[in-house]
């Protein structure tokens, strides 16, 4: 039973532009909300959180919105760069830092 | 530098022949867990730690042990692995209030 769920295997997206990448989840006892970015070789490295008591939480170019009725959120990267070209993975988790459950990735190329 | 190594980076082994699997960090983090990457599976918890001797089982713990005997060290092992247990294993952690995992590079498993 996937619980946290990333639909789109795949998104190209010309330089410059926004890249929206989407996570639906359905265990409603989720409360912390994580993206991470993987390069190939490479382990996953920690982009950006939010807490389910917000809706939004932004850092730079990276903004991740929280829709906790329709059970979903999406990162939004603006301007997309090259560099940003990776696997994206959606995470969750409930009540603590142990138990975090992975999206299954959405493969970014952002074409120049 | 603030790290998690995994050894070994690569491994072909054969069905049945016990191996480990070692991870370290030196961030003195209290969380540390296993997860293996498939292709359309995303990243799935073995096992996870929440200190010295705590561990649980995650979503995918058979066939693996797991022992947490030094704050710094996580072995995975498989006593008898078998060819559905070829898959890329990562060994992250985390400390108390930081809510993102920090991911060695990952080891690449292969059983014939």
């Known amino acids: 039973d996937q619980q946290v769920k990333q639909n789109s295997p795949s998104l190209s997206v010309q330089e410059g532009r926004i890249s929206i990448l989407n996570c639906d989840y359905t265990?409603?006892?989720?409360?912390?909300f994580l993206w991470y970015k993987k390069y190939p070789a490479e382990g996953p490295t920690f982009l950006i959180s939010?807490?389910?008591?917000?809706d939004k939480n932004e850092d730079g170019r990276f903004t991740v919105f929280l829709n906790k009725s329709a059970k979903h959120l999406s990162l939004h990267i603006v301007p997309s760069q090259p560099g940003d070209s990776a696997v994206y993975f959606c995470?969750?988790?409930?009540?603590?830092?142990?138990?975090?459950?992975f999206g299954t990735g959405t493969k970014l190329q952002v074409i120049p | 530098e603030a790290q998690v190594t995994q050894n070994p980076r690569y491994l072909i082994t054969v069905t049945g022949k016990k191996l480990t699997v070692t991870c370290s960090q030196n961030?003195?983090?209290?969380?540390m867990s296993w997860y293996r990457q498939d292709p359309g599976l995303g990243l799935r918890q073995i096992y996870y730690s929440m200190n010295v001797e705590v561990t649980d089982k995650g979503d995918v713990p058979e066939g693996y042990k797991v022992s947490r005997k030094e704050k710094r060290n996580f072995p995975l092992i498989l006593e008898s692995p078998s060819p559905n247990q070829t898959s890329l294993y990562f060994c992250p952690s985390s400390g108390q209030g930081l809510y993102g995992y920090t991911f060695g590079s990952g080891t690449r498993l292969t059983v014939v």
């Open positions: 995470a969750a988790s409930a009540g603590g830092y142990q138990k975090v459950t």
């Open positions: 939010i807490s389910s008591i917000k």
């Open positions: 265990n409603s006892m989720f409360d912390y």
């Open positions: 961030m003195n983090h209290e969380y």
